[in-house]
């Protein structure tokens, strides 16, 4: 993968439309995402893209737009949580099919990871969930920091079958 193709940024609300393409491909495809087929609406997708960019401006969370020449095919972000939770921030990260395995996860995820620690002044620690089965997720959650703890036996369905969810975090 030529690296000079690729760009990491802020999305904007210009990205609406493919935005919604990415989301909805991921879900076609019943990736390893919390969307397992449904269609996202332009109106629901509309107001997650406006919520993320105002929790941005408010120093709240890190969303990255990953770019390929002009096609979105990656987002990570971390969101602080809130009330006795605001020192946790929440990560998730999606890389669309064609690019995996590439190390654009990882490249993605520093980049996300670095800026959230310089701007996110309340996050002490940083959580997330993964699908059991998602060994490649988890080795490169491992590599940047990430242990397990803890586990939700059936906590996931994918592809009409219950599947385990495996929590895991990092100090900052």
């Known amino acids: 993968m030529n690296k000079e193709n690729i760009t990491i940024r802020d999305p904007k609300i210009s990205?609406?439309?493919q935005a919604l393409i990415?989301?909805?491909k991921l879900s076609k495809e019943k990736t390893y995402v919390i969307f397992q087929g449904e269609i996202v609406s332009e109106k629901s997708n509309k107001e997650w893209l406006k919520n993320n960019i105002k929790t941005i401006k408010e120093d709240k969370s890190i969303v990255k737009f990953l770019f390929h020449k002009d096609q979105?095919?990656?987002?990570c972000n971390i969101g602080l949580r809130s009330g006795a939770k605001e020192h946790i921030g929440s990560f998730g990260i999606s890389i669309d099919k064609k690019y995996r395995g590439k190390g654009l996860g990882s490249l993605l995820m520093d980049e996300v990871l670095n800026e959230s620690i310089k701007k996110l002044k309340k996050m002490k620690y940083i959580y997330l969930e993964v699908f059991a089965e998602n060994i490649a997720a988890i080795k490169l959650y491992e590599k940047k920091g990430f242990v397990r703890c803890g586990l939700?036996?059936?906590g996931l369905k994918r592809k009409g079958k219950l599947v385990d969810e495996i929590m895991m975090c990092r100090e900052v």
């Open 15 to 17: 990205d609406l439309k």
């Open 22 to 24: 990415y989301v909805n």
């Open 72 to 75: 979105l095919i990656g987002i």
């Open 152 to 154: 939700f036996t059936n």
